[in-house]
């Protein structure tokens, strides 16, 4: 008789334990918020918006429009573009940034180390190459802030793409 009155009411740790179960349940199946607290990075909050800062993908043609006309005309890098598919190269730098900012866009190229290996690239080339996207910038008449976070992103690059160090 104990035994079956033991069997039949539940006892509080298995009752505790299907409250919990329950609750990381529902905990699954709400929807994610995306995290603003303290613990996530200025530099992701900001990168997210900043795609609709600039204006969104049109935004973002233009200015690649704009800077690949600019750097056309430099005399200092245009050699390094001399012998590549400027419409490609169009297309892959605004998917590039599109998804770098936050965009929809998904970046087709390849690696930057893959896609610059060989070249000879020095530090005073991307420092042309950043002069020229500053102007492109500029003529756009971008905010500072948001020049200096685009500036900031293309930095990063910085190591997959020079090669040679400047020689005295």
């Known amino acids: 008789m104990k035994m079956s009155k033991q069997l039949n009411q539940p006892s509080w740790a298995v009752i505790i334990a299907i409250a919990i179960v329950a609750g990381l349940a529902i905990l699954l199946l709400l929807p994610r918020r995306v995290q603003t607290d303290r613990f996530s990075t200025p530099a992701a909050s900001n990168l997210s918006t900043l795609y609709d800062k600039l204006g969104g993908r049109d935004a973002i043609v233009a200015l690649v429009d704009e800077f690949v ?3 056309s ?3 200092r890098i245009s050699p390094f573009f001399a012998k590549i598919d400027l419409v490609r190269f169009k297309q892959l ?3 590039q940034l599109c998804e770098t900012l936050g965009g929809p866009c998904k970046y087709s190229g390849r690696s930057m180390k893959e896609t610059h290996a060989g070249l ?3 530090h005073s080339d991307f420092a042309n190459f950043i002069e020229d ?3 492109a910038m500029d003529k756009l008449k971008l905010p500072e802030d948001q ?3 685009l500036i900031s992103l293309l930095d ?3 190591p997959d793409i020079v090669e040679k160090k400047e020689s005295p």
């Open 69 to 71: 006309s600019t750097l």
């Open 147 to 149: 020049k200096n976070a």
């Open 93 to 95: 730098f605004v998917e």
């Open 133 to 135: 996207f500053v102007m």
């Open 156 to 158: 990063r690059m910085k």
């Open 73 to 75: 005309a430099d005399r």
């Open 120 to 122: 000879g690239i020095k």
